[in-house]
């Protein structure tokens, strides 16, 4: 059960989802479907098929298991590979002139990776938590632009942080202080992002 929660939120899918609430619950809805699916299409491109793929190949070229790849040294090119995927899909999405709200999400995202790329270099911290952080970091935010009570949405995300962390303790790849913290940076990340960038 551990293992399907993992891999069921795991960190590439959660600026996909952020994006599909965005689209589905905000005026941006008005948006024609075929517009909003093309952005949806190349977001998930380059946040989680491209650096989902690269990573694995990467592993597989390594002959490391998952578990192994989790040491907390073998991290940095699994970040510098997603950051850079990132960074693809912050200038495509800039270049097409969309809206900031949409490319907002994914540069929050972003800088959500790089700081946990950079605390990595001394500790190991959850990027599991910090994605989820950055989910309530994002409602939040997003509470702030558009004037809505966040409190149902952010109670349902702290549920899902705490089995998300809980998870990970379970499968021994984080302390409790590496999933708070990594919760927390990516609130603070997030929030950061998409009210200041």
Do not use: D
């Amino acid at each position: 059960m551990a293992r399907f929660v993992s891999m069921l939120f795991t960190p590439f899918y959660l600026p996909l989802f952020g994006l599909i609430i965005l689209f589905t619950l905000s005026y941006l809805a008005l948006l024609p479907v075929g517009y909003r699916l093309q952005i949806i299409i190349v977001v998930y491109l380059f946040t989680i098929l491209l650096p989902t793929y690269l990573i694995h190949f990467y592993r597989k070229h390594q002959g490391w298991t998952l578990i192994e790849l989790g040491h907390r040294e073998r991290r940095m090119v699994p970040y510098a590979i997603s950051i850079v995927c990132y960074l693809l899909c912050v200038w495509l999405l800039k270049s097409w002139h969309v809206f900031h709200f949409v490319g907002s999400i994914v540069m929050a995202a972003l800088l959500v990776q790089i700081v946990c790329a950079i605390i990595n270099t001394w500790w190991k911290i959850s990027t599991h938590t910090a994605a989820i952080g950055g989910v309530a970091g994002s409602l939040f935010a997003f509470s702030q632009i558009f004037g809505f009570n966040p409190v149902w949405w952010l109670c349902v995300v702290l549920v899902v942080a705490g089995v998300l962390g809980s998870a990970r303790m379970i499968l021994r790849q984080h302390s409790l202080s590496q999933v708070i913290g990594g919760f927390f940076v990516g609130l603070v990340c997030a929030a950061i992002g998409i009210l200041f960038l």
